[in-house]
């Protein structure tokens, strides 16, 4: 069987970042808690490890504020302003651990909107990273995720600019489709390409060997947006495409009869569990 693993596949330099901040903060404050507002990454084995290590997740605005000492580290995908604002008042240390990119979103969506701009976010409105970049907006903010959200797009004031970001891991065909609906409507607009040119690389790496094999295997946890669109785009291109987390969800008799496997995994998967899979992949066939 011929194995190909997709160069791109792991870490991408935000989620590097961030995990690597983390355990930095672990050999710098012996004896000191570690939070991280929200799982700092979208990998489980990655916050269990960290667990060991004991750093404490904090989910809720609730709990960030009843906290009175520590380290808090804010994770990869970022956080709304005034959670920032609130962090700022309290006298616990805080690290900054959003990925730069994400920050570059913050920061442009709080120019446009004191401008006056509507800002458009294209992406998941459930996803930690859009709730965060909606959180530097002035004003209300429009999500986007499907083509009937971009049809039903309407602004009262016609006059009002428009300023259309992206969620850093949406897929890039569909960012261009939306925008496209969106400008016919005649809206004075603005569109910045926020989708990481990490995202857009893996995406297009992803497709090529999917097309070229008999089967493909998406590695990512299950909450990764980013690995959710690395699977769509894989499974329209290869209908044996598998979605795992780790090498236990992989059914090797799935793979029994074929004679060429793709391998790629979301940006925040440890390097560890794809190579675990590769490497068991090949062995065994």
């Avoid at 084995?45 to 504020?65: A, M, T």
Wanted: hydrophobic fraction near 35%; proline fraction near 3%; charged fraction near 25%.
């Amino acid at each position: 069987m011929k194995v190909e693993l997709a160069k791109t596949a792991g870490f991408c330099f935000g989620v590097k970042r961030a995990v690597d901040t983390v355990y930095e903060q672990i050999a710098l404050h012996k004896g000191k808690k570690i939070y991280t507002y929200g799982p700092i990454i979208h990998n489980e084995e990655v916050i269990k490890d960290l667990k060991r290590h004991g750093v404490e997740v904090v989910d809720s605005e609730e709990e960030l504020e009843a906290l009175t000492e520590g380290v808090v580290i804010i994770r990869s995908h970022g956080v709304p302003k005034r959670i920032c604002d609130m962090l700022e008042r309290k006298e616990v240390d805080c690290v900054d651990a959003t990925c730069p990119f994400v920050k570059k979103i913050h920061r442009i969506v709080a120019e446009e909107s004191a401008k006056g701009s509507r800002i458009v976010i294209i992406g998941n409105s459930e996803h930690p990273e859009v709730e965060g970049i909606r959180g530097w907006s002035e004003s209300p903010v429009t999500v986007i995720q499907t083509p009937e959200d971009a049809k039903s797009f309407f602004l009262p004031d016609q006059s009002q600019k428009v300023c259309i970001v992206s969620q850093t891991t949406f897929n890039y065909n569909k960012f261009k489709d939306l925008v496209e609906i969106i400008e016919k409507k005649g809206y004075d607009i603005i569109v910045l390409n926020t989708i990481c040119n990490a995202t857009k690389e893996r995406q297009e790496e992803a497709r090529k060997i999917a097309e070229s094999v008999d089967a493909m295997i998406v590695i990512g946890d299950k909450r990764s947006s980013n690995t959710q669109k690395l699977f769509e785009i894989c499974r329209n291109a290869c209908l044996n495409t598998y979605y795992i987390q780790t090498l236990g969800d992989l059914n090797m008799n799935q793979l029994g009869s074929v004679e060429t496997v793709g391998i790629t995994a979301g940006a925040s998967t440890p390097n560890n569990i794809i190579e675990e899979v590769q490497n068991n992949v090949r062995i065994n066939f």
